[in-house]
T-cell receptor, first 114, second 112 residues
Framework: GAGVSQSPSNKVTEKGKDVELRCDPI?????LYWYRQSLGQGLEFLIY????????KSGLPSDRFSAERTGGSVSTLTIQRTQQEDSAVYLC????????????FGEGSRLTVL | SQQGEEDPQALSIQEGENATMNCSYK?????LQWYRQNSGRGLVHLIL?????REKHSGRLRVTLDTSKKSSSLLITASRAADTASYFC????????????FGQGTTLQVKP
């Protein structure tokens, strides 16, 4: 596709359920990022994938959060046993250059945990 | 922890006026980027300035970088109602693995 695609765009779930959020980056982009944005706030870094290197998971807030990137392309962010404080917009971005490049963002997945 | 901090948090101006937003950061950086976010949308890249650059222009945007003060400013000249959005600075720390750290953003409202 022409841009970064995220799905679902909206997800409402009950506390304790697991959710999976998907990100399809721009073809050929080697770097992929996940950020979380709470209402009216800035972006909180979660995880960063660069090529075949080990991902930088330093931003994941707890062990309920995990992410993988298959075949260097599509990424899935999984949140297990969701809590109400997990409610936020989860933004994915990809970059051609990795370290210094411009990020291209998807529209985000809005997660609401009831 | 947040690397960039923008001020003001909110700014309201009339169409045609200039808007200035500031960003301060804490550690040495490779580059600093500015992004714009319309309500409910993803972020869009505006401009990137490298640590060895002091000023950069793009259309009605002017970005300055002062590495001695660890600060940057984004100036939007002759603002339009369509410039209404949130603006974020993001830094790529020189010691990091490539992750971009964002500030809290400045919400700009341009009144027609």
């Amino acid at each position: 596709g022409a841009g970064v695609s995220q799905s679902p765009s909206n997800k409402v779930t009950e506390k304790g359920k697991d959710v999976e959020l998907r990100c399809d980056p721009i073809s050929g982009h080697t770097a992929l990022y996940w950020y979380r944005q709470s209402l009216g706030q800035g972006l909180e870094f979660l995880i960063y994938f660069q090529g075949n290197s080990a991902p930088d998971k330093s931003g994941l807030p707890s062990d309920r959060f995990s992410a993988e990137r298959t075949g260097g392309s599509v990424s899935t962010l999984t949140i297990q046993r969701t809590q109400q404080e997990d409610s936020a917009v989860y933004l994915c971005a990809s970059s051609l250059e990795g370290l210094t490049g411009e990020l291209f963002f998807g529209e985000g997945s809005r997660l609401t945990v009831l | 922890s947040q690397q960039g901090e923008e001020d003001p948090q909110a700014l309201s101006i009339q169409e045609g006026e200039n808007a200035t937003m500031n960003c301060s950061y804490k550690t040495s950086i490779n580059n600093l980027q500015w992004y714009r976010q319309n309500s409910g949308r993803g972020l869009v890249h505006l401009i990137l300035i490298r640590s060895n650059e002091r000023e950069k222009h793009s259309g009605r945007l002017r970005v300055t970088l002062d590495t001695s003060k660890k600060s940057s400013s984004l100036l939007i000249t002759a603002s339009r109602a369509a410039d209404t959005a949130s603006y974020f600075c993001a830094t790529d720390r020189s010691s990091n693995t490539g992750k971009l750290i964002f500030g809290q953003g400045t919400t700009l409202q341009v009144k027609p």
